[in-house]
């Protein structure tokens, strides 16, 4: 299953290395990472590949707790769902 992982906040250094910390320890591999600072704000979209046995639940819940802990907002979605709320 791949999931999508938005990522937005005022700029500082580490953001990148503290969300892929996360999918190191959730065993999540990056497939594809965007990432942009405009006027002080980061802003980031990544794809990561998840093992079907990780709960997603368990996923989402690590990335809006190192969310909150850095002051960003995280978002965890399916890559299923993401694209179908972004079908026209």
């Given at each position: 299953m791949r999931i999508v992982i938005t990522v937005a906040g005022r700029d500082r250094v580490g953001i990148v290395y503290d969300i892929a910390s996360v999918c190191r320890e959730m065993n999540i591999n990056i497939v594809d990472i965007n990432q942009k600072v405009l006027s002080g704000t980061f802003s980031m979209v990544m794809l990561g590949d998840i093992?079907?046995?990780?709960?997603?639940?368990?996923?989402a819940d690590a990335f809006d707790k190192k969310g909150a802990e850095?002051?960003?907002?995280?978002?965890?979605?399916?890559?299923?769902?993401?694209?179908?709320m972004h079908r026209i």
């Open positions: 093992e079907e046995k990780a709960a997603f639940s368990d996923i850095l002051g960003l907002t995280v978002h965890t979605m399916r890559e299923d769902i993401f694209n179908a």
